[in-house]
C-alpha cells in the first residue's frame, strides 16, 4: 500500500502480521536454553581481536555492516542496533515514501529494547542450561530483537495516522510537551486487550506439536502462551508507545 494512503486499519494490520514474526522468531529462540556465556563480555574477551563485548553484541554488530551497505537503513521502518560506525550503503538508493515527519529519524530506542530483551524477556521463555550452541543462540537472538524493533519502532506509522485524523486533539497536548496526556490519547485499552488475546491464541497455534493423529500436544506448547501475553503487555506495547509518544513530541518541530 502507498504509504500516504496508510490508515489506523491498515497499520494496525501491519502490526498483527508482525506478531507472527515475533512469536515465530520467539519459538526457534526457545529451542536453545539461555545459554549464557553468549551474553557475558568474558566469555570472548580475549579471543576476538579489537574487539570487547559479548558474543552477541559481536554477532549483531558484525551482521549489521554488511545489512547497511545492502541498504537496509535507508528504510525509514528498520533500525540498526549499533548505528555508530555503520558503512554507508552500495546499492543504488531507493526512493521510500516520506510518510513521516523528519525528526522521526532521530528516534531510535534500540539500546532499551536490547536491556529490556536480555535483562527482561530472555529468562520468562526460555528454559535455563547451557547446551553450548552459542552461535546459533545468537543468531535466534538477533532474528528476535530485529523483529522486536521493527514492531516497536512502527509507533512512528502508527503515531502520524493518528495525528493526521486528528491533529486538533494532539496538538495542545504536544505544545505543552505533555507525555501523560499525549500517552493518554493515543492508548485504546480495548485494542490492547485483543492484542493480548490473539497472541496468546497465536502462541498456542503456532507453537503446538504437531502429529499425524492429534494426540501430541497434551497442553504443552514451545512457548507458553501466557508468557507471549505477558511480553505484550508488560513490554512490547508499552515500548511501542513509548516511541509513539516520542514521535509525537517532535511532531511539530
Ligand atoms: O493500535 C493502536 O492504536 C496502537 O497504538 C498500537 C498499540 C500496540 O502497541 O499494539 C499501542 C497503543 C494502543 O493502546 C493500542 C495498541
Given at each position: 500500500m502507498?504509504?500516504n494512503?496508510?490508515?489506523?486499519?491498515?497499520?494496525?494490520h501491519?502490526l498483527?502480521?508482525?506478531?507472527?514474526?515475533?512469536?515465530?522468531?520467539?519459538?526457534?529462540?526457545?529451542?536453545?536454553?539461555?545459554?549464557?556465556p553468549?551474553?557475558?563480555?568474558s566469555?570472548v574477551?580475549?579471543?576476538?581481536?579489537?574487539?570487547?563485548?559479548?558474543?552477541?553484541?559481536?554477532?549483531?554488530?558484525?551482521?549489521?555492516?554488511?545489512?547497511?551497505?545492502?541498504?537496509?537503513?535507508a528504510?525509514?521502518?528498520?533500525?540498526?542496533?549499533?548505528?555508530?560506525?555503520?558503512?554507508?550503503?552500495v546499492?543504488?538508493?531507493?526512493?521510500?515514501?516520506k510518510?513521516?515527519?523528519?525528526?522521526?529519524?532521530?528516534?531510535?530506542?534500540?539500546?532499551?529494547?536490547?536491556?529490556?530483551?536480555?535483562?527482561?524477556?530472555?529468562q520468562l521463555?526460555?528454559?535455563?542450561?547451557?547446551?553450548?550452541?552459542y552461535?546459533?543462540?545468537?543468531?535466534?537472538?538477533?532474528?528476535?530483537?530485529?523483529?522486536?524493533?521493527r514492531?516497536?519502532?512502527?509507533g512512528?506509522?502508527?503515531?502520524?495516522?493518528?495525528?493526521?485524523?486528528?491533529?486538533?486533539?494532539?496538538e495542545?497536548?504536544?505544545?505543552?510537551?505533555?507525555?501523560?496526556?499525549?500517552m493518554?490519547l493515543?492508548?485504546f485499552?480495548?485494542?490492547?486487550?485483543?492484542?493480548?488475546?490473539?497472541?496468546?491464541?497465536?502462541?498456542?497455534?503456532f507453537?503446538?506439536?504437531v502429529?499425524?493423529?492429534?494426540?501430541?500436544n497434551h497442553?504443552?506448547?514451545?512457548?507458553?502462551?501466557?508468557?507471549?501475553?505477558?511480553?505484550?503487555?508488560?513490554?512490547?506495547?508499552?515500548?511501542?508507545?513509548?516511541?509513539?509518544?516520542?514521535?509525537?513530541?517532535?511532531?511539530?518541530?
Amino acid at each position: 500500500m502507498a504509504k500516504n494512503s496508510l490508515t489506523l486499519e491498515s497499520v494496525r494490520h501491519s502490526l498483527i502480521r508482525q506478531e507472527d514474526s515475533i512469536i515465530f522468531s520467539l519459538i526457534e529462540r526457545a529451542h536453545f536454553p539461555i545459554n549464557s556465556p553468549t551474553y557475558s563480555q568474558s566469555y570472548v574477551s580475549n579471543s576476538i581481536p579489537a574487539f570487547s563485548g559479548s558474543l552477541l553484541r559481536f554477532v549483531v554488530k558484525e551482521t549489521e555492516a554488511p545489512l547497511a551497505k545492502a541498504g537496509r537503513y535507508a528504510n525509514p521502518e528498520e533500525h540498526p542496533f549499533f548505528p555508530e560506525d555503520l558503512p554507508p550503503s552500495v546499492v543504488p538508493p531507493h526512493n521510500f515514501a516520506k510518510f513521516l515527519h523528519p525528526p522521526a529519524a532521530s528516534i531510535n530506542i534500540n539500546q532499551d529494547i536490547w536491556d529490556t530483551y536480555i535483562n527482561k524477556l530472555l529468562q520468562l521463555f526460555v528454559a535455563p542450561g547451557d547446551d553450548g550452541n552459542y552461535a546459533s543462540t545468537a543468531a535466534s537472538d538477533l532474528v528476535c530483537l530485529q523483529a522486536l524493533s521493527r514492531r516497536i519502532h512502527y509507533g512512528k506509522l502508527v503515531a502520524e495516522v493518528k495525528f493526521r485524523e486528528s491533529p486538533q486533539e494532539y496538538e495542545p497536548a504536544i505544545r505543552a510537551k505533555d507525555r501523560d496526556t499525549l500517552m493518554k490519547l493515543l492508548t485504546f485499552e480495548k485494542v490492547e486487550e485483543a492484542v493480548m488475546k490473539r497472541v496468546a491464541k497465536k502462541a498456542m497455534m503456532f507453537g503446538q506439536e504437531v502429529t499425524l493423529n492429534n494426540d501430541g500436544n497434551h497442553g504443552k506448547y514451545k512457548v507458553d502462551p501466557s508468557v507471549v501475553s505477558r511480553l505484550y503487555g508488560d513490554w512490547i506495547m508499552p515500548l511501542t508507545k513509548h516511541v509513539e509518544v516520542e514521535y509525537l513530541l517532535r511532531r511539530l518541530d
